[in-house]
C-alpha cells in the first residue's frame, strides 16, 4: 500500500475506535483481519498513523475545525509527517481507494496557527483536567504537554541476574540500543519517524535467555528508588504481571525474599512465566485468597505499592485513554489508592520503608494521597527523595524532579520517561 491508501484505512481506523468506543490495538486487529492483503510494514504504518492523530487530537482539531476522523489523520500527516496539503493532493490524484483531494477549507485551516488555542488544547491534554495539570506542571504545561503528545522511545532493562549491558548491546545491535541517561542498567532505541516499525526485540535470542525485559526508564528509576537490598523481605503488593518484581530481585541478586502479590489473578498470570525466565529464585507469588498475606504483617523491611491509577504518566503509548478519562475514574482510582496505602502500613516492620509508586503525573493520585496518609498516620515519615536517588541512581537527582511534598515526578519533558511519581516513607 502507498501513503494514499494507508491515510484511508487509518481514517476508518479511527472511525472505528471513536464510533464503537474501541481500544485502538483492537479496530487494528479487525482491520488486518478483514484486509488479509496488507502486509505487516502497512499494518504497522496505519498503527502509526492512528496513534499520532490521537496523540494531537485536541491541538489538531483545533486547527482543522473539526475532531472528524478524517480531519484527525490528515492534520496528523501535515503536522508529524513532513507533507504539505500539495503533495498529498499530488499523491491522492493519481491512486485509487484513496480519500478525496484536500478541500480549499482545509488546505486554508492547516496553516493556522496553534498559538492562539488555550494553553491545554497546545499541550494537547483534556480540558477538564486543567486545573489538575497547571498545578503539577505550572508555566511547562505546554512543554510537558507537548514532550507527552510525541512518540516514545523502546527501553530495555538488563537483568543483571542473568547479563549486562555490554552483552545485550551486542545481541540486539541490529537496532543500536544506547545506554539510557539515569538508569544505570537500561538501554534505549528513539522512536522512528513516519512509517518506523518498533524494533521486535522479544523475537532475540536473549529476551528468550531473560537477558533483558521491555521496560520503560521511568519505571526503571523508580523500581531502582525502591532501594530493595539483597537479604531484605519485600513485599510487592501490586506485582500485576511482575515488571516491578523483577526488577527488584535483580537488585536484590537474588538475595532476601520477594512476596509478589496483586488481588487480580489475570493480571498475575504472566508473572510466573517471567520469573522463571528471568532466573528469579527468591520471589514467592502469593495468588489473592482471603488472609493470603496475614503471616507478613509487622515484618516487612519494604512495602512496595506500585498503585492502580489512571496511567496518565503513559498518555504517549495509549494516547487513546487520554481521551477517555473520566471525573469518575479519577476518583475512583484515588480511593483505591487510600485504601491500599492503609493496608501496606500493616505489612512494613518498625523502621521499614513505603514505596508509592504511580504511572500518574496527577497531584491527586501523587502528593495528596501521601499526605493524607501521613496526616493520618503520625508513625510515618517521608524520607529525603535526594538522597535515595543519589544512592541508586549514582547521580544527583535534578530539582526540577522534586514535588512539593517530597515525592519524585518523571516526565517524558523532564527525562524522556513516561510520567512516573514515586515517594518513599518510613515507619518509626
Ligand atoms: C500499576 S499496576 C501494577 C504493575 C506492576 N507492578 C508492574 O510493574 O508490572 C497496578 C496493579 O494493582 C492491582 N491492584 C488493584 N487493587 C489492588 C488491591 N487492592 N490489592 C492489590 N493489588 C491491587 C491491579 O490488579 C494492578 O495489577
Same mark, same amino acid.
Given at each position: 500500500m502507498r501513503l494514499p491508501g494507508r491515510i484511508a484505512a487509518a481514517i476508518d481506523v479511527l472511525a472505528d475506535v471513536e464510533n464503537r468506543k474501541r481500544p485502538v490495538s483492537e479496530a487494528l486487529k479487525a482491520w488486518g483481519l478483514n484486509n488479509r492483503f496488507a502486509g505487516a510494514g502497512d499494518r504497522a504504518a496505519i498503527g502509526n498513523l492512528v496513534y499520532d492523530a490521537l496523540r494531537r487530537r485536541a491541538s489538531t482539531a483545533f486547527i482543522m475545525g473539526s475532531h472528524s476522523p478524517r480531519a484527525l489523520v490528515l492534520g496528523a500527516v501535515l503536522r508529524?509527517? %513532513?507533507?504539505?496539503p500539495e503533495t498529498l493532493n499530488a499523491a491522492f490524484a493519481g491512486d485509487t481507494h484513496v480519500p478525496e483531494a484536500l478541500t480549499p477549507e482545509e488546505i486554508s485551516a492547516a %496553516?493556522?496557527?496553534?498559538? *492562539? *488555542?488555550?494553553k491545554i488544547v497546545q499541550a494537547d491534554m483534556p480540558e477538564w483536567l486543567a486545573p489538575s495539570l497547571e498545578r503539577a506542571f505550572g508555566a511547562d504545561l505546554v512543554a510537558e504537554g507537548e514532550a507527552m503528545a510525541a512518540r516514545p522511545s523502546l527501553d530495555l532493562r538488563v537483568n543483571a541476574l542473568k547479563s549486562t549491558p555490554e552483552r545485550v548491546q551486542k545481541s540486539l545491535a541490529r537496532f543500536s540500543p544506547e545506554p539510557t541517561a539515569y538508569a544505570l542498567l537500561g538501554l534505549t532505541m528513539p522512536a522512528g519517524p513516519r512509517d518506523a516499525r518498533t524494533p521486535n526485540v522479544t523475537t532475540d535470542e536473549g529476551y528468550q535467555k531473560g537477558w533483558f525485559e521491555v521496560q520503560d526508564q521511568g519505571s526503571q528509576i523508580v523500581a531502582a528508588l525502591a532501594g530493595a537490598q539483597p537479604g531484605e523481605q519485600v513485599l510487592d503488593l501490586c506485582a500485576g504481571a511482575g515488571g516491578k518484581t523483577l526488577a527488584l530481585a535483580s537488585a536484590m541478586g537474588n538475595k532476601g525474599q520477594i512476596f509478589a502479590y496483586d488481588s487480580d489473578r489475570n493480571r498475575l498470570a504472566p508473572i510466573y512465566e517471567r520469573l522463571k525466565r528471568n532466573g528469579v529464585r527468591n520471589a514467592q507469588v502469593r495468588a489473592p485468597e482471603p488472609g493470603a498475606l496475614d503471616d507478613l504483617a509487622g515484618k516487612m523491611d519494604r512495602v512496595v505499592v506500585d498503585a492502580p491509577c =489512571? %496511567? $496518565? %504518566? $503513559?498518555w504517549r503509548r495509549r494516547p487513546d485513554t487520554k481521551w477517555k478519562l473520566t471525573p469518575e475514574l479519577l476518583e475512583q482510582r484515588q480511593a483505591d489508592q487510600a485504601a491500599i496505602l492503609e493496608e501496606a502500613v500493616?505489612?512494613?516492620?518498625?523502621g521499614g520503608t513505603l514505596v508509592y509508586i504511580t504511572c500518574s503525573i496527577l497531584p491527586e493520585e501523587n502528593d495528596d494521597r501521601v499526605q493524607a496518609l501521613l496526616a493520618a498516620h503520625p508513625e510515618l515519615s517521608s524520607l529525603d527523595i535526594a538522597s535515595a536517588w543519589r544512592k541508586a541512581l549514582v547521580t544527583d537527582m535534578p =530539582?526540577?524532579? *522534586?514535588?512539593? *511534598?517530597g515525592g519524585v515526578l518523571l516526565t517524558p519533558h523532564r527525562t524522556g520517561t513516561d510520567g512516573f511519581y514515586c515517594h518513599l516513607m518510613r515507619k518509626s
Open positions: 508529524a509527517w %513532513g507533507e504539505t %496553516g493556522a496557527e496553534i498559538e *492562539a *488555542a488555550p =489512571t %496511567g $496518565t %504518566g $503513559t500493616r505489612y512494613l516492620r518498625p =530539582t526540577s524532579l *522534586a514535588t512539593p *511534598a
